[in-house]
């Protein structure tokens, strides 16, 4: 069997929800589990967190299936719905839904009576993406408040920096001038604003990356800010060479070798997720001893650095992000993000469950 896995720790996953329920003892706090729960398994992580006060998903079909896998929750579409006839699945599944624009408002007055559906109305504070501008959150609320298939109405708003100096005071100013005297609930804090903003945490909050046991913020990972990572993703080293003075490795031979150097091949490449722009000098974890990646990335496999790992065989397990190799120092070196790691874990790669 080619020894790429990933584990999931669901452990790991409910003590980060407990996290975000402590940072805001009084919100609810909607799970985020979009993009299959951020890569680790939308199913898997629902049932970790099967005491959650809800979930929230960008994806109709991922919401009709939580709902039919008995999860009797609040499910939210964070992205809202965007035909009119995905109403009457929302209607039928019970599902709440994010209203952004006057063109879903249009779509909701053509709704036949029935089951009334929960809404968050969301305000654009300023990130210039999805939501009522303030200059029109009353006209949008007015229509809302008078259509009979709505139900409850909780306003949304969403922050831009929450993880960097810049901060959400300037957005946190506009959405409370814009809903002053709105007597309805609250929601605006994802994990950046859970962890650092409690004056945001309001009513709902929406952890998504902090579940997963990332750190949003840079030049962090998620232990410093009491977070456990859950994917650990893993392989093991199926080749070893020895590299002379002047030889190159891989595609490319990207990397050359200055003198005689160990190297090892090891079993996970871009198909299985990992990023092929990631550069040599990206950290991997082999046996317990941290080393970096050489030359490029390949579709099944990659190499590392063996020079400071004399005791490495074929065989040796090697971490490519997650418990002992951060998956936000992976990220940093091939210049992104973790959630884009996390969400990007590949079909073929195969998951261990971790109770
Ligand atoms: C994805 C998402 C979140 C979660 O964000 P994190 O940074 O992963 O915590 C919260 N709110 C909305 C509207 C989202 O789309």
New binding site residues.
């Given amino acids: 069997m080619r020894p790429i896995s990933a584990t999931i720790d669901l452990a790991a996953l409910r003590h980060n929800y407990g996290v975000a329920r402590r940072l805001a003892p009084g919100a609810a706090a909607?799970a985020?589990v979009?993009?299959n729960a951020?890569g680790h398994g939308i199913a898997r992580a629902a049932r970790a967190l099967a005491d959650a006060g809800g979930f929230?998903v960008?994806e109709l079909d991922a919401a009709v299936r939580l709902r039919e896998t008995g999860f009797e929750q609040p499910i939210v579409l964070?992205?809202g719905f965007f035909e009119a006839r995905e109403l009457s699945v929302i209607r039928e599944y019970r599902l709440s839904t994010?209203v952004h624009s006057f063109e879903q408002l249009e779509m909701m007055r053509g709704l036949p009576a029935g089951r009334a559906i929960d809404v968050m109305v969301?305000l654009d504070s300023g990130m210039n993406r999805?939501g009522f501008p303030p200059g029109d959150i009353k006209a949008a609320l007015e229509q809302v408040k008078a259509n009979p298939a709505v139900g409850a109405i909780t306003l949304?708003t969403?922050f831009a920096n929450?993880?960097d100096e810049k901060g959400v005071q300037w957005q946190l100013e506009r959405f409370e001038r814009a809903t002053a005297g709105q007597a309805m609930a609250r929601?605006l804090?994802?994990?950046?604003?859970?962890l650092r903003h409690p004056q945001t945490h309001a009513d709902v909050v929406?952890?998504?990356?902090?579940?997963?046991g990332c750190s949003?913020f840079a030049g962090t990972t998620g232990a410093d800010v009491d977070l456990k990572p859950v994917m650990t993703l893993a392989s093991e080293i199926i080749a070893v060479r020895d590299l002379a003075p002047g030889e190159a490795v891989g595609y490319g031979g990207a990397y050359t070798a200055e003198t005689a150097q160990p190297i090892g091949v090891v079993a996970c490449g871009y198909a299985d997720g990992y990023p092929r722009h990631a550069p040599t000098d990206t950290p991997v974890l082999v046996g317990d001893r941290l080393t970096r990646t050489l030359g490029r990335v390949s579709m099944d496999m990659l190499t590392v650095d063996l020079s400071g790992v004399p005791e490495a065989r074929v065989g040796t397990r090697v971490v490519l992000w997650g418990e002992g190799n951060p998956v936000e120092h992976v990220a940093t070196a091939a210049g992104t993000v973790g959630?884009e790691l996390l969400c990007a874990l590949a079909p073929r790669v195969r998951i261990i469950e971790k109770a």
């Fill in positions: 909607l985020v979009k993009a951020y929230a960008v964070l992205e994010v969301k999805l949304i969403h929450a993880d929601s804090a994802n994990s950046a604003a859970i929406r952890p998504g990356i902090m579940l997963y949003p959630y």
